[in-house]
């Protein structure tokens, strides 16, 4: 039996088909599945279930953290030398922090409290704080102001370099500054844009500082036992690091991958060119 003949044009066309199948093959080598993209697995009916929330402990004062107190009373003008002015709070940043940084200076208003966890504190002098909540503070003040200077002194504390750094694999990585007390993980991934589709959800690195020991944790967004981690709920200066799935470094690390979308482009142009070379 006589084999049929292959004409130029059918075997060109065979060649490039041949070479777009294997570029295709190689592409889908770095695509992302459905299954990375998932950042919570479903839950089944029983963790769905209402649960009593344990980790979400108060937050303590550190060294080199700022603090804003104001002091209020029946009598605005007894409460006033309680507050400091910003030429005072500048003046007593500077003082007491070395020049630290320039979180400091652009913060007009602030106590900052030193590496033995004290602040210096109008009429009172110096107080510790250190390792207090908010909420201790605010007693310790009030305490101090109702024994002989104020009646019923009103005293907000809150702090003003709550902060974040965000990096890896995320839409806007970078440094994020709170206002709030208290912070979670996903809320943090939220201000940061949320996760890019090459983001390892099984495995992000917490690194926190706390009484001057540094301490690491790898939660799995997929998990849902990250809602009960401690590292769940951030704290100030926690760096969050969100590491690259395997089909990120193949596009980065592989050159083959980069020019893929190249060559099909290419191959795709010159199957039109030999289509119209033998017409």
Do not use: W
């Amino acid at each position: 039996m006589v084999g049929r003949k292959v004409t130029p044009y059918a075997f060109m066309q065979r060649f490039v088909n041949g070479l777009l199948a294997l570029l295709l093959v190689i592409a889908a080598t770095g695509c992302v599945s459905h299954e990375e993209l998932i950042n919570f697995k479903p839950l089944d009916p029983v963790s769905l279930s209402p649960q009593q929330i344990t980790n979400n402990t108060s937050l303590t004062v550190q060294p080199e953290d700022l603090l804003r107190i104001t002091i209020s009373s029946l009598n605005p003008e007894a409460a006033e030398p309680f507050n400091q002015s910003q030429e005072d709070s500048q003046q007593r940043n500077q003082s007491g922090s070395g020049g630290v940084g320039s979180l400091q200076l652009e913060l007009t208003t602030g106590y900052f409290v030193d590496d033995a966890g004290y602040i210096d504190f109008p009429v009172l002098g110096s107080l510790d704080v250190g390792g207090l909540t908010l909420s201790e503070i605010k007693e310790l003040i009030a305490g101090r102001l109702a024994d002989g200077y104020l009646k019923d002194p009103v005293v907000n504390v809150r702090f003003l370099n709550f902060k974040v750094t965000i990096l890896g694999e995320v839409m806007a990585p970078g440094l994020l500054r709170l206002s709030n007390k208290r912070v979670t993980l996903l809320e943090a991934l939220g201000m940061a844009g949320d996760l890019t589709n090459y983001a390892n959800r099984t495995n992000v690195l917490i690194m926190r500082e706390d009484n001057g020991e540094r301490t690491f944790a790898r939660l799995n967004l997929q998990n849902e036992d990250i809602f009960s981690s401690p590292y769940f709920y951030l704290e100030q200066n926690d760096v969050i690091y969100v590491e690259p799935i395997e089909a990120r470094v193949a596009t980065v690390a592989d050159p083959l991958q980069r020019i893929v979308g190249y060559a099909s482009a290419a191959l795709s142009l010159v199957s039109i060119v030999i289509a119209l070379a033998l017409r």
